[in-house]
């Protein structure tokens, strides 16, 4: 398999949750800790995750940076860091726990001025721009606020500087029932120089396998396998 799969690790209290659709009323707690989550997930084969801080994104400043630094002791995965990086300190305290990349979600949409300037300070290669979207436009605050802004219009925004995207299609979000091609077709066609990371519905491996015949090149898998609907063995 080509594509790159990331298992996802959502923290909120210092566990491993889900949330469906990004409502924290609807959580599931998956494990205790998380490093054990990634530490089986570096069992399976993984070689990278994706460590959401859902307190973080919701007091809009980092705060689990702490689970960040366990598992970057406890594993060789390459992290890559989300929720609540709102300034300066924020970045450098994930970058300094361990994280390989940051992702960068509401803040890219609300303050394009500094989000160019970490591009450039940390390279493009390790700032990722988030886009969370409902019907094509932008979502930010934890989803609670969509935007006028469309996909397309943030990604150019940061063209020609951006080289790695992620995509999250919240109204599928956590629900298992499938990926959103056409978006990440409409994308792949309109960006073929950018790295898309598509996130958001897989409930198989036949969606990760229509993505990687897409061309995409990664895919954020979650709750499919905490409910064991997606497995890989080494």
Request: include cysteine; aromatic fraction near 8%.
């Amino acid at each position: 398999m080509k594509i790159t799969v990331i298992p996802a690790i959502d923290v909120i209290g210092g566990k491993c949750v889900r949330l469906t659709r990004g409502n924290y009323d609807e959580c599931k707690t998956y494990y205790d800790d998380p490093v054990e989550a990634a530490r089986r997930f570096e069992a399976m084969g993984m070689k990278r995750l994706h460590l959401v801080d859902l307190d973080g994104a919701r007091a809009s400043r980092v705060v689990n940076w702490r689970v960040l630094e366990r598992i970057c002791e406890a594993t060789s995965l390459e992290v890559d860091f989300s929720g609540g990086i709102k300034s300066d300190e924020d970045i450098c305290r994930v970058f300094d726990a361990g994280a390989s990349f940051v992702c960068i979600g509401s803040m890219a949409q609300q303050n394009r001025e500094k989000t160019r300037e970490w591009l450039e300070t940390y390279g493009a290669g390790r700032v990722i721009v988030g886009a969370d979207v409902r019907n094509e436009h932008v979502c930010i605050q934890g989803w609670k606020v969509e935007t006028e802004t469309t996909i397309y219009e943030l990604i150019e925004a940061y063209l020609p500087l951006l080289k790695n995207v992620m995509c999250t299609d919240i109204t599928r979000d956590g629900m298992l029932g499938g990926v959103s091609l056409e978006l990440y077709r409409e994308l792949v066609t309109r960006y073929p120089e950018i790295t898309l990371i598509a996130s958001g519905g897989v409930g198989g491996m036949e969606d990760i396998q229509a993505l990687e015949n897409m061309g995409i090149s990664a895919v954020i898998v979650g709750k499919a396998f905490y409910e064991k609907n997606v497995e890989f063995k080494m």
